[in-house]
Each structure stands twice: as C-alpha cells, then as structure tokens.
C-alpha cells in the first residue's frame, strides 16, 4: 500500500478519485490444518482515511511479506531440483526494489530464460497450486484477514472465485466471517453462476481486470470489465457508514493521543497528505476539518456525526 499517497496525489490532478485497497493473500481451511487447505485473494477497500488501526493491517501485511521471500526461495530450490534453475538475483531484478517476489516473477524470469513460452505454461507445468514446484508462504486464514478487514474499517470482497474448487462453501463460510462483497463480472465477460451466488449471500456484486502490470497476452487490460453505475452506487452506498466509522474512530483516537506520528498516520491517505505545516502545539489549523474536507466529499459529510461533543476541541493546536 506504499504507493498509495503517490497516486492519490497523482490523481487529484485529473479529477480521479482513488479508493485506497490492497488484495491479500489467504488460505481457506475450515480445520485450520498447517499445510492444508485452498488460497483464496481477498480485497480490502478503504476510506480516504485508511484503515483505522492501521498497526494491525500493516501487521498482517509484513506478516505475508516476509513469508513470500521464503516462498520464492523454496519454490527456486524445487525449480532447481526439477532442472529448471533461476537465479534469485533474476526474479527480484523482476519484482523490483521493495517488492516481495511472487510466483508472477518466477513465472516471468522462467519465460526470460528460455524454460517455457509464456507465463500461462509455467504456471501450468510448474507453478500452479498443484505443481511440483509449488510451496505455501505464511498466508493467514482467510476468515482472520475478512474479520481484520472489518475490524479495520475496509470493504471485503472475495477475487475471482471461479478460480476455486468449492467457491459456495468458502462463500458462505466467508459471509459468516463478515465478507461484504465477491468478484461476479469478469473480463470475458462470463458471469457463469456467481451472480446468483452473491444474491444468496447477499453480498455486493464487484469485479475487475485483475490486472498486475505484468504484461504479456496472459493479462487482461485496465479498464476492460464494463461495471454499470449501479454497481458502484450500491458499493459505496455501503462503504459510506463503514467508511465514516473509520474515520470517527480514527479521529476520536487522535484526540486521546495527539502527536506528530499518529497526525501523519492520519493523513496517510488522504488527499492533502503534506502535513509538514502542522505541530503538535501552538497550530491554528483545525485538525478535524482539515481531515474532514480532505477525506470526504459533501455528500459523505452529511453522514459523519462524532457523537463526543468536546471532541473537536481536541484537535486545535
């Protein structure tokens, strides 16, 4: 979620509304047996003002991070086995600096090596979720990351679940957890099934390109799954309660602590991420305004009600 300040000032330029999110990485297991179960990706979306207990996010994320390095390597370790040696140095030049490599940067330095043609096919002979290459990292569970996902204030939705073996079981299992939403439109514009599926778990109807910029035939564009307006109304129809929660909660705990790192975790993701003018002392700017102007559009104000009634003389300086 490092770029995420970047774009959201990149994007003010043009108009363009940025909705912070991160897919994570998770296993499905219902008896949560090490080295079982099914990886399921799920998307967290944000307010403007991030996620309101964002230690805990960045947690998991550092968490998944770390056990991706030691992924690649045991996967490399195997490819070598197989016959099929790739340099480390080769998949992180890939990825690039700060990047925690993957099996699309495995997959990618394979076809720069000559191994196989294309992505597709050392996914399919090699890297796949049953191919003799493959390894777990340290996902967490799926039903931790939805409830951390709404314990942090975000929007959960399901990716791509056609890719599942038994998508209604973790659907509904899921749902119990707090999911709020699930992939349905796709880029082939195939919905098959997943439709009526979301109407029997009640969740948001969403979809998307996948796309990883990774490029190459095996990838579908930007912009290439046609979403109707309604889609994005009933999105953020639900995201405006949960995301204004957020935001009250993050508010009224600044105000417990007020201090220069948690005014900058504030102001993270928000528009107007440039907080070098603000002290913690002796500043007439009006922290809560500022936040508020910064974060929510007019329409999402007429939501926002912080139910202390002194809480925003917390924030003058």
Same mark, same amino acid.
Not at 122 to 151: C, M
Not at 237 to 246: E, G, L
């Given at each position: ?74 996967? @490399?370790?195997?490819?070598?086995? &197989? !016959?099929? *040696? ?6 992180? =030049?890939? %990825? /690039? ?60 939705? @399901?990716?791509?679940?056609?890719? &599942? !073996?038994? *998508? ?6 899921? =749902?119990? %957890? /707090? ?139």
């Amino acid at each position: 979620m490092a770029g995420i300040p970047e774009a959201v000032s990149a994007a003010s330029k043009f108009g363009i509304r940025i909705i912070p999110g991160v897919e994570i990485s998770a296993l499905y297991n219902p008896r949560e047996v090490a080295g079982a179960g099914e990886t399921v990706h799920i998307f967290a979306y944000y307010g403007m003002c991030g996620p309101s207990r964002p230690d805990e996010l960045d947690s998991m994320l550092l968490d998944i991070r770390d056990g991706r390095y030691l992924r690649t390597k045991n996967m @490399l370790q195997k490819l070598t086995t &197989l !016959k099929v *040696p790739i340099k480390w140095e080769h998949v992180t =030049k890939i %990825a /690039g600096d700060g990047v925690a490599p993957g099996r699309l940067h495995i997959a990618r330095a394979m076809v720069e090596a000559g191994y196989v043609e294309n992505v597709r096919q050392a996914f399919n002979k090699y890297l796949g979720d049953d191919g003799p290459a493959y390894a777990r990292g340290s996902e967490p569970f799926a039903e931790t990351v939805v409830q951390l996902i709404s314990r942090t204030g975000g929007i959960s939705a @399901l990716a791509h679940p056609w890719s &599942l !073996k038994n *998508p209604d079981a973790i659907i509904r299992s899921l =749902k119990g %957890a /707090g999911l709020n939403g699930m992939e349905v439109y796709r880029s082939d514009g195939k919905v098959d099934g997943f439709s009526e599926l979301a109407e029997k778990y009640g969740l948001l109807k969403l979809g998307g390109s996948d796309f990883h910029g990774r490029g190459g035939k095996d990838e579908s564009d930007v912009g290439t799954v046609k979403l109707a307006i309604t889609t994005l109304c009933c999105f953020l129809k639900m995201a405006r309660s949960i995301w204004s929660s957020a935001m009250k909660d993050t508010l009224l705990k600044f105000a417990e602590g007020p201090s220069a790192a948690n005014l900058g975790n504030m102001l993270k993701f928000g528009r107007l991420n440039n907080f070098a003018g603000f002290s913690p002392i002796n500043n007439d700017i009006h922290v809560v305004d500022f936040c508020l102007s910064s974060w929510l559009s007019n329409d999402d104000m007429e939501d926002v009600e912080l139910e202390e009634p002194n809480v925003t003389n917390a924030f003058v300086y």
